[in-house]
């Protein structure tokens, strides 16, 4: 199987304050991890692209320093919110890609996604 | 950029078939993926077409027309389990999604 975990599952925070949102892949390893956002009865927004060991490629319109990604490890990608506010609300949902990297993204898992409230 | 379409909303009855179009326009392609997504969950692999064809799966088959930029997921037998949003999304060595078609299967 191919399992991708997020933690936490949701998360309320006060406009200010950072938040750290964890994307673990199980199962495999995953040279590439992807983050998406999702607004309700919206479709995915992908924000980056992390590759293990290199710094994230963020999508155009994307803060690169308001949402910092680390991805340490062939298992672990990491997204933090900085100074997150109310329109950061959103659901984060993070993907692992099996297959090698720079490869087609066939194989990619995801996860549960991560609930955040901003107050 | 990338440009995918989809209709928004579909209604059907439990056990007839519905079909969702997805039209796209995009700067490179390596194959659709259709994901289905309930309400608060991340989505769910259902089909990944490459080449031109039908690809069937159960109670659900994909229909790919690389040169007109279009698919389709048809669901056969529809189930009230099978209420959700549908998600049509490009390949091109990242994925860019539709904004999905929200299905509701009645009684």
């Known amino acids: 199987g191919a399992v991708v975990s997020q933690h936490p599952s949701w998360v309320i925070c006060k406009s200010g304050t950072s938040v750290k949102i964890e994307c673990r892949s199980l199962?495999?390893?995953?040279?590439?991890m992807f983050w998406y956002r999702q607004f309700p009865k919206q479709s995915l927004m992908l924000m980056a692209t992390?590759?293990?060991?290199?710094?994230?490629?963020?999508e155009q319109g994307v803060e690169k320093d308001k949402f910092l990604i680390n991805h340490a490890s062939l298992t672990l990608s990491t997204l933090t919110v900085t100074s997150a506010h109310p329109e950061d609300s959103s659901f984060y949902i993070c993907?692992?890609?099996?297959?090698?990297?720079?490869?087609?993204?066939?194989?990619?898992?995801f996860g549960p996604g991560t609930r955040l409230t901003v107050t | 950029g990338q440009n995918i379409d989809q209709p928004t909303e579909m209604t059907a009855t439990e056990g007839a078939i519905v079909q969702i179009n997805c039209t796209y326009q995009?700067?490179?392609?390596?194959?659709l993926f259709w994901y289905q997504q309930h309400a608060g969950e991340a989505p769910t692999f259902l089909s990944y077409?490459?080449?031109?064809g039908l690809e069937e799966k159960g109670r659900f088959s994909s229909f790919l027309s690389r040169s007109k930029g279009y698919s389709y997921l048809l669901l056969k037998e529809l189930q009230m389990k099978d209420s959700a949003s549908y998600l049509c999304?490009?390949?091109?060595?990242?994925?860019?999604f539709g904004a999905g078609t929200t299905v509701t299967v009645r009684a």
């Open positions: 992390s590759n293990e060991g290199s710094k994230a490629t963020y």
């Open positions: 077409n490459v080449l031109d």
């Open positions: 995009t700067s490179g392609f390596n194959g």
């Open positions: 199962d495999f390893q995953a040279t590439t």
């Open positions: 993907s692992a890609h099996k297959g090698l990297a720079g490869g087609p993204s066939y194989e990619q898992y």
């Open positions: 999304a490009v390949n091109d060595y990242k994925l860019s």
